[in-house]
């Protein structure tokens, strides 16, 4: 008799898949990314993000309100910093009234409860577009930590529930641990970018940014003298781990559909939550495709978010947040 075991018997229907599906996507996997920029009443599409903006505090604060409605609980921050403000130190960063501080009140006055997570790194405030202080043509670690110790606690001050340091400096999660709690700030959480690849998926976000390490003689042309070789998965393993152990609350491998080995690696190495970045040219290749007729935009994305989920990532930080919720509500 042939096979016993049947496994489309599974298959035969919605009703059964759904009822064996082992992973589903809800608006709580979600953390979305949103860009902040100076001015009144400013929606500027990306270009090679369509149908992403960067958006001036007063629409943020109506956009945060929509993502709640939706049941989207918790946002990232950047912020575009003007050219004009620009230098080797980070002073911007650690200004009071910053953008990116006044962003975070922004958010927490237009919507309390709304989860407030802010980027901490050098590059939107640096003339040269790296995540750290330079000086003869490299990256300095130690100065840099405490550039991003400052940013950090400035952020919390300003309301932020977690940071999310995505720079690459060693020891920078131990440099925010003890700021934060030395300044009473023990409650605010990291959300440590602790297995970041030096990747070429980072294009578009430069572009939203406008944040690209420039190209000058005696400046580290890319950001791979910090960022992990794409080749290494050990690596990712060493720096998670060490994160966790210098006080990191979440972790995350980024970026995303092309790391989903690192992905399920440091879930099942690690015991505190992971998150996933899709990052922008992941964004950018749907769009891209999808616009040419060439791929199901929907079901591409759904796909995409599911094998994240899968690959073991309890949070999933993407662009497409919103259209996903939307699809699936
Ligand atoms: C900067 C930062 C980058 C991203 C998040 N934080 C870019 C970079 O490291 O150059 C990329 C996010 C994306 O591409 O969506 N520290």
């Known amino acids: 008799m042939y096979p016993l075991r049947r496994n489309r018997r599974l298959r035969k229907n919605d009703a059964i898949r759904s009822l064996v599906r082992e992973t589903t996507i809800t608006p709580n996997d979600f953390l979305v990314p949103l860009f902040v920029v100076e001015g009144k009443g400013v929606k500027s599409e990306i270009a090679s993000m369509p149908n992403y903006h960067r958006l001036s505090l007063d629409l943020l604060a109506h956009e945060v309100k929509e993502l709640w409605a939706m049941g989207l609980k918790s946002v990232l921050l950047f912020a575009k910093v003007p050219d004009s403000l620009k230098d080797n130190k980070g002073k911007e960063a650690v200004t009071p009234n910053g953008l990116m501080q006044r962003a975070i009140k922004t958010v927490k006055e237009a919507c309390p409860e709304m989860l407030v997570m802010s980027d901490v790194a050098m590059d939107p405030y640096s003339i040269y577009g790296h995540d750290g202080i330079v000086a003869n043509g ?12 400052a940013m950090s606690l400035s952020h919390v001050q300003a309301g932020a529930d ?10 920078r999660i131990r440099s925010i641990r003890e700021a934060l709690d030395a300044n009473g700030f023990k409650d605010a959480g990291i959300m440590s970018y602790s297995a970041k690849y030096a990747s070429a998926f980072y294009g578009p976000f430069r572009d939203a940014l406008d944040s690209a390490p420039v190209a000058m003689e005696n400046i580290p042309k890319d950001k791979k003298t910090y960022q992990m070789d794409p080749a290494n998965r050990i690596e990712a ?3 998670t781990l060490m994160d966790v152990d210098e006080g990191a609350d979440l972790v995350m491998v980024k970026p995303g559909l092309c790391y989903l080995d690192i992905v399920r690696e440091v879930r099942n190495t690690v015991d505190v939550p992971l998150a996933v970045y899709q990052v922008s040219g992941e964004y950018a290749m749907i769009k891209a ?25 309890d949070i999933i930080a993407s662009y497409f947040a919103k259209e996903a919720v939307q699809l699936i509500s």
């Open 289 to 313: 495709a999808a616009e040419k007729g060439w791929l199901d935009h929907d079901a591409v994305m759904m796909e995409q978010l599911i094998a994240m989920k899968r690959a073991g990532a």
């Open 138 to 149: 490299t990256i300095l670690n130690d100065e840099t930590c405490s550039v991003l110790a």
């Open 237 to 239: 393993l060493r720096e």
């Open 162 to 171: 977690f940071v999310a340091p995505s720079d690459m400096m060693d020891g």
